[in-house]
């Protein structure tokens, strides 16, 4: 499972902009995994709140949004939505497809309190 490693970073993430920031709590923690990330967002869920307990992100409400991926066709010059890698171009079908967006996962920001 590697969501639990995903989540130490993420936590890793968090402490050092609690460090640099000087905030006590994150109340709201929203990410964003990609469709093509590799990530379960139930599993990283469940892994954010085991290395949470005891930081400044336990009890934070964890969002994960979801974006589709999207692809870009070097053969027709044309992005589409995708749903794995390697699928042909819908436009064309050329295999020359590149990603271009949805394969990353990411700490989009956070809600933070002093108390």
């Keep these: ?3 639990l490693s995903l989540a130490g ?3 890793k993430i968090v402490e050092d902009a609690a460090a640099r920031e000087r ?3 994150v109340t709201t923690l929203r990410l964003e ?3 093509l990330a590799g990530v379960e967002p139930a599993a990283l869920r469940f892994a954010l709140d ?3 307990r005891g930081t400044c992100l336990e009890g934070a409400a964890i969002q994960i949004d979801e974006p589709a991926a999207r692809g870009f066709c070097m053969a ?3 992005s589409a939505e995708i749903t794995e890698r390697g699928q042909p171009c819908p436009h064309c079908g050329s295999l020359q497809v590149q990603t271009d967006g949805g394969d990353a996962l990411r700490v989009v920001d956070l809600v933070v309190a002093d108390d």
Excluded: D, W, Y
Aim: aromatic share 6%.
């Design 50 to 52: 085991a290395v949470a």
């Design 76 to 78: 027709c010059c044309r």
């Design 9 to 11: 970073s993420i936590l």
């Design 23 to 25: 905030f006590r709590r």
């Design 1 to 3: 499972m590697h969501e």
């Design 33 to 35: 995994a990609g469709r």
